[in-house]
């Protein structure tokens, strides 16, 4: 298991800052939380997929040799569990399901 962020620059997501996403053993994600240039936060996982909001699960595996980014568009990074966890906390407290 590794967690990731992803920062988009400009207008390269119009509606999307920051991504996090815990991805599991079989590369595909379990959590994920979207920070909205609205200011919202909003997260969904595989356990508790949330209906009715922005925040989708990734499709697929996630492409590992892919965590680069593209200058001027969005980059990519590991985080700490921590990090990830810390992202999570805050959309699952905004959104009353703790």
Do not use: C, N
């Not at 609205?38 to 997260?43: K, N």
Request: glycine share 10%; proline share 4%.
């Amino acid at each position: 298991m590794f967690f990731v962020k992803i920062v988009y620059f400009g207008e390269f997501s119009q509606t999307t800052e920051e991504q996090y996403t815990e991805i599991g053993d079989d590369l595909r994600a379990v959590r994920h939380v979207d920070v909205l240039k609205s200011g919202d936060i909003v997260a969904t996982s595989r356990e508790k997929p949330i209906v009715g909001q922005l925040a989708m699960l990734p499709e697929g595996k996630f492409p590992v040799d892919e965590v680069v980014g593209v200058p001027g568009e969005y980059s990519t990074e590991f985080i700490s569990e921590r990090d990830f966890e810390e992202a999570w906390a805050k959309a699952t407290s905004e959104r009353g399901s703790g």
